[in-house]
């Protein structure tokens, strides 16, 4: 981590601090915020910290500590403002995704609507109790807010207090309430925003009202609205201005009653509405709460629109230009941002003056050198330019010692919360000393931590994996969560992480409208499987995210992406670190295993491996989710060629992974060895097809594999995938060897021999092919394929063939006459015309001493052909896609398509005449795992699937707001 070497001159020494710890008063101060470590906090939970905070206001404290806790006051107040306020609304729901897509749904749709609306309006009657409470709470909380924006004004600060808590001990919260998990306002989690550029935007409205004897209403867009609307009034009416109401609303969700009164109200007054939300993306969300304010009667020149326009999104109105127009929009820069202020030299200089001071040092100087300048240019390209990206920069300080001996430090600050939003950062970076970059303090919701230097050089694996096994188990021991947020947030469609994988596993059903309708009870019965040691977890481990340091790997960014609200995929259980490990670093089963072994023995989490299969889905969907929206992110297209890599890396790991485990549950996985029969068996369309959003086998897969394995049959894959990917199912499913690349290369797995098959003119012409569609913008090739081409485009998050017109014309313009294609559901294969399945075979075959031995074929595509041919017995699945061609070759069609046909294929192959022997056995899947039951439901007819769906209304649960 240090550097030896001085790259300015080399005079100044760089100086050890006599302490490697955060200054003593934030340790005392944060240590008492343990609670903060979980973002997620039920509303009962809130009610108590809010309580606890108000009894340490001080009336006229003025220092740093003061000031958090009246922030904190504030966003937990206001977040009890929004939960109350959900409650009050019922459940809200955004049908326009299925009424736009499927147009025929509108009249049932409008229905189901009408039905909630009146479910809402019987709602009022019920909550009126709740309803009264919260008028006195918003009021008694925009009193506490001015006693905080002017305290010489407000001598009665403990009176005001009072009130508050008061209402808290009496309030009616119904217990059902009391359990639901916080909305974090993800302006003030992620977003870099400060109660402060609420009070800016203010400022800025003051300036821009023509006439400040009109009346105000706030119309705050719920969750971010209900943290800014209340402040915002509060400021206004501490200058002097009319506020008749508050209001706070999910546009999407449309009005409810009360909130549409509060708008005529505003009309009838010849109000006017301030509309204020946290950055947006496109602005649709507003123009909608423009929409809805003009259907209650507010004319356009009546609204102003605040709203804080972020980094990443400086770009929001070019989608829609007219949404707003007509409207006055009162927008804050990012360059006006209070947390921008917190980086100029000077508040750096102050903030690193007092941490230094305590260690013996004084600070001389702070500034951006060359340096600086070279890490802030290196942390932009890192940076994937989305709204999650932090407000940071790293400066050169000068440093000068009690002996006067000069040196310096570079230092980066980081944005990383508002208020106890925060204070998790602390929290970790204290618990994880020895695991992160030393980091000097928290203020102001700016963390500041040394800047070490990123060295290419290459990690020493064992070394890391050691450190990252024992990493991951010190976060269970000092991060552990009182309870696990995360099973609550994924029955009420909030969890990404695991919400993804429910969406993708709901694809067994086959049928998309099956899948729609399955997801939620799918999303239940993850939750369901508890996590013995929920904590914060790191929630990336890219190699990217490792420095050396002195004594071994040092973790960075090590605080923000396990949970962080809407943006992040909040999972809470380590073994998604652990699977992101794997993932990433690309491991090994047995490095897997060392990591494994490492964690359990650090952690004494002895149920991790139970639990890392699906994680290892979490992570890997997450990887190919973030690649494929960065490959569409225009911002981003001089990084396409990495995206490219990490989409594929993704898709290879849920492939293998979910072989792996299939595999797994396969009888009897040991090789057999070479003889007679030997089965040349077909991967795409037989053992395996596009079940999750990536190739798996089902139930029948398993059985069917079972079978040929119980009854001592030699079987070799005979396919299209890569070389590495063929091996690895060969190796899993302890097949005698097989063929890849569509018969570009045959290998032994008995004795490790291998053999090419692409003669050198035909493999010099690949080469020309290969190096012509990687100049064609926007075809991706697969790397992994070193004897045939996979080329492909991206589209709905998975890649999709090239045009055929396109390779055709690319191959005969570059008079490539040794190769030909094939179109797949997934890819372009360029292979040489020379090498084909059949051949394949038949070298495997010489290679392996069998030449004159029966063979039998099982294939579903033209590229099967040859090998049906070459083989003394061929079947297929009902899907195939040649059927006469195949006939014709004597080929014999299985009734049933995909894995059943082979099933049946198999069964027919063992037991020609339908009896059963010894070796029969149970066979295939036995343990009852949802993942097994996914896999015997994707044999299942899709329409009695869907038909049976129908009847569960648990799917509006998708479309909640
Ligand atoms: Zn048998």
């Given at each position: 981590m240090q550097r030896e070497d001085d790259a300015h001159g080399g005079s100044a020494a760089i100086m050890e601090p006599s302490t490697h710890r955060l200054q003593q008063t934030e340790l005392d101060f944060y240590e008492n915020y343990s609670w903060c470590l979980n973002l997620f906090p039920t509303i009962s939970q809130i009610s108590r910290y809010l309580q606890q905070e108000l009894l340490k206001v001080t009336p006229g404290a003025e220092d740093w500590r003061a000031a958090e806790i009246q922030t904190n006051v504030y966003l937990l107040a206001c977040a009890i403002s929004n939960a109350v306020d959900d409650y009050i609304a019922g459940d809200q729901y955004d049908f326009s995704k299925i009424t736009s897509a499927l147009p025929f749904t509108k009249p049932g749709i409008s229905l189901f609507q009408r039905a909630i609306s009146l479910k809402a309006k019987a709602r009022l009657v019920r909550v009126h109790r709740l309803r009264r409470w919260r008028g006195q709470w918003e009021a008694a909380l925009i009193d506490l807010l001015k006693a905080f924006l002017s305290p010489g004004s407000a001598p009665d600060l403990e009176l005001r207090e009072g009130r508050?808590?008061?209402?808290?001990?009496?309030?009616?919260?119904?217990?059902?309430?009391?359990?639901?998990?916080?909305?974090?306002?993800?302006?003030?989690?992620?977003?870099?925003?400060?109660?402060?550029?609420?009070?800016?935007?203010?400022?800025?409205?003051?300036?821009?009202?023509?006439?400040?004897?009109?009346?105000?209403?706030?119309?705050?867009?719920?969750?971010?609205?209900?943290?800014?609307?209340?402040?915002?009034?509060?400021?206004?009416?501490?200058?002097?201005?009319?506020?008749?109401?508050?209001?706070?609303?999910?546009?999407?969700?449309?009005?409810?009653?009360?909130?549409?009164?509060?708008?005529?109200?505003?009309?009838?007054?010849?109000?006017?509405?301030?509309?204020?939300?946290?950055?947006?993306?496109?602005?649709?969300?507003?123009?909608?709460?423009?929409?809805?304010?003009?259907?209650?009667?507010?004319?356009?020149?009546?609204?102003?629109?605040?709203?804080?326009?972020?980094?990443?999104?400086?770009?929001?109105?070019?989608?829609?230009?007219?949404?707003?127009?007509?409207?006055?929009?009162?927008?804050?820069?990012?360059?006006?941002?209070?947390?921008?202020?917190?980086?100029?030299?000077?508040?750096?200089?102050?903030?690193?003056?007092?941490?230094?001071?305590?260690?013996?040092?004084?600070?001389?100087?702070?500034?951006?050198?060359?340096q600086a300048a070279a890490i802030n240019e290196q942390l932009?390209?890192?940076?994937?330019?989305?709204?999650?990206?932090?407000?940071?920069?790293?400066?050169?300080?000068?440093?000068?010692?009690?002996?006067?001996?000069?040196?310096?430090?570079?230092?980066?600050?980081?944005?990383?919360?508002?208020?106890?939003?925060?204070?998790?950062?602390?929290?970790?970076?204290?618990?994880?000393?020895?695991?992160?970059?030393?980091?000097?303090?928290?203020?102001?919701?700016?963390?500041?931590?040394?800047?070490?230097?990123?060295?290419?050089?290459?990690?020493?694996?064992?070394?890391?994996?050691?450190?990252?096994?024992?990493?991951?188990?010190?976060?269970?021991?000092?991060?552990?969560?009182?309870?696990?947020?995360?099973?609550?947030?994924?029955?009420?469609?909030?969890?990404?992480?695991?919400?993804?994988?429910?969406?993708?596993?709901?694809?067994?059903?086959?049928?998309?409208?099956?899948?729609?309708?399955?997801?939620?009870?799918?999303?239940?019965?993850?939750?369901?499987?508890?996590?013995?040691?929920?904590?914060?977890?790191?929630?990336?481990?890219?190699?990217?995210?490792?420095?050396?340091?002195?004594?071994?790997?040092?973790?960075?960014?090590?605080?923000?992406?396990?949970?962080?609200?809407?943006?992040?995929?909040?999972?809470?259980?380590?073994?998604?670190?652990?699977?992101?490990?794997?993932?990433?670093?690309?491991?090994?089963?047995?490095?897997?295993?060392?990591?494994?072994?490492?964690?359990?023995?650090?952690?004494?989490?002895?149920?991790?491996?139970?639990?890392?299969?699906?994680?290892?889905?979490?992570?890997?969907?997450?990887?190919?989710?973030?690649?494929?929206?960065?490959?569409?992110?225009?911002?981003?297209?001089?990084?396409?060629?990495?995206?490219?890599?990490?989409?594929?890396?993704?898709?290879?790991?849920?492939?293998?992974?979910?072989?792996?485990?299939?595999?797994?549950?396969?009888?009897?996985?040991?090789?057999?060895?070479?003889?007679?029969?030997?089965?040349?068996?077909?991967?795409?369309?037989?053992?395996?097809?596009?079940?999750?959003?990536?190739?798996?086998?089902?139930a029948a897969g398993i059985e069917a594999i079972s079978m040929l394995k119980a009854h001592g049959f030699s079987v070799a894959f005979n396919t299209a995938r890569s070389i590495p990917e063929t091996k690895a199912y060969c190796e899993s499913y302890g097949f005698a060897g097989g063929v890849a690349e569509y018969g570009a290369f045959a290998w032994d797995a008995n004795t490790g021999r291998e053999q090419i098959l692409v003669d050198e003119l035909s493999a010099h012409q690949l080469t020309v092919a290969r190096r012509r569609l990687k100049a064609v913008p926007g075809i991706f090739l697969n790397d992994d394929y070193r004897y045939s081409i996979r080329a492909y485009t991206y589209e709905r998050g998975r890649t999709i063939p090239v045009p055929r017109l396109l390779i055709q014309n690319l191959l005969s313009e570059l008079r490539l006459d040794r190769l030909s294609y094939h179109q797949t559901y997934l890819d372009t294969a360029v292979v040489a015309k020379s090498s084909d399945k059949g051949k394949g075979l038949l070298a495997l075959l010489q290679m392996t001493g069998q030449e004159n031995v029966s063979t039998i074929a099982i294939g579903d595509s033209d590229a099967d052909l040859p090998m049906f041919a070459t083989a003394s017995r061929a079947f297929a699945p009902g899907n195939i896609t040649c059927r006469r061609q195949a006939q014709a070759l004597g080929c014999q069609i299985a009734g049933s398509s995909y894995q059943l046909g082979l099933l049946e294929i198999v069964r027919k192959i063992v037991h020609p005449n339908g009896e059963t022997c010894d070796l029969c056995g149970p066979g295939g899947l036995t343990s009852g795992d949802l993942f097994s039951e996914l896999l015997r439901i994707a044999d299942r007819n899709a329409f009695g699937l869907l038909a049976r769906a129908a009847f569960d209304l648990s799917w509006v649960k998708n479309f909640r707001v």
């Open positions: 508050l808590s008061d209402l808290l001990r009496t309030s009616p919260m119904p217990p059902e309430l009391g359990i639901q998990r916080l909305r974090v306002p993800a302006a003030f989690r992620s977003q870099d925003l400060t109660s402060n550029d609420v009070l800016l935007l203010g400022n800025k409205l003051k300036a821009s009202i023509p006439d400040p004897t009109r009346p105000l209403m706030i119309f705050g867009l719920r969750t971010a609205g209900s943290y800014f609307a209340p402040l915002l009034r509060a400021s206004l009416e501490t200058q002097g201005f009319r506020v008749l109401d508050g209001v706070t609303v999910r546009p999407k969700g449309g009005m409810t009653t009360p909130e549409i009164d509060c708008v005529r109200h505003c009309v009838r007054e010849r109000g006017r509405a301030v509309v204020i939300d946290e950055p947006v993306y496109t602005g649709s969300t507003l123009s909608k709460a423009v929409d809805a304010l003009q259907q209650c009667g507010t004319s356009k020149e009546d609204i102003f629109v605040l709203v804080p326009v972020h980094a990443s999104g400086r770009h929001w109105r070019d989608q829609n230009p007219c949404a707003l127009a007509g409207v006055e929009v009162i927008t804050l820069e990012p360059e006006e941002w209070y947390k921008q202020r917190l980086l100029s030299d000077e508040q750096i200089r102050e903030r690193m003056g007092e941490y230094f001071r305590n260690t013996g040092f004084e600070v001389t100087g702070v500034s951006i050198d060359k932009r390209k890192w940076s994937d330019e989305k709204f999650h990206n932090r407000v940071k920069r790293a400066f050169r300080v000068e440093l000068r010692g009690s002996d006067g001996t000069p040196g310096f430090r570079y230092v980066l600050a980081k944005s990383v919360g508002w208020g106890w939003f925060s204070y998790h950062a602390s929290l970790a970076a204290e618990r994880l000393e020895e695991y992160v970059p030393r980091v000097f303090g928290l203020r102001d919701g700016m963390l500041y931590m040394e800047w070490c230097e990123h060295h290419d050089q290459p990690f020493d694996r064992a070394t890391w994996i050691q450190a990252a096994g024992a990493y991951v188990a010190s976060r269970v021991r000092r991060l552990r969560l009182d309870a696990d947020p995360a099973p609550a947030l994924l029955r009420e469609n909030r969890h990404k992480g695991f919400g993804d994988v429910a969406g993708n596993l709901s694809r067994a059903y086959g049928l998309k409208a099956t899948a729609v309708l399955k997801r939620p009870r799918l999303s239940a019965r993850l939750a369901d499987l508890a996590c013995p040691c929920p904590s914060l977890v790191d929630g990336k481990m890219r190699p990217l995210e490792w420095l050396h340091g002195p004594s071994g790997p040092l973790k960075t960014d090590f605080e923000q992406h396990g949970l962080g609200g809407k943006t992040e995929i909040n999972m809470t259980d380590p073994a998604y670190d652990l699977a992101e490990a794997v993932l990433h670093w690309e491991l090994l089963p047995a490095e897997e295993a060392d990591l494994l072994c490492r964690y359990i023995e650090q952690s004494g989490d002895t149920t991790v491996q139970q639990r890392l299969f699906l994680n290892k889905l979490a992570a890997g969907m997450r990887a190919m989710y973030v690649a494929h929206s960065n490959l569409e992110d225009q911002r981003l297209a001089h990084r396409a060629q990495e995206f490219n890599r990490d989409f594929i890396v993704a898709w290879n790991f849920l492939t293998q992974q979910t072989m792996r485990h299939c595999a797994s549950m396969c009888c009897n996985p040991k090789s057999q060895g070479w003889h007679a029969p030997i089965i040349s068996l077909d991967i795409d369309g037989v053992t395996d097809r596009f079940l999750f959003g990536f190739p798996s086998t089902t």
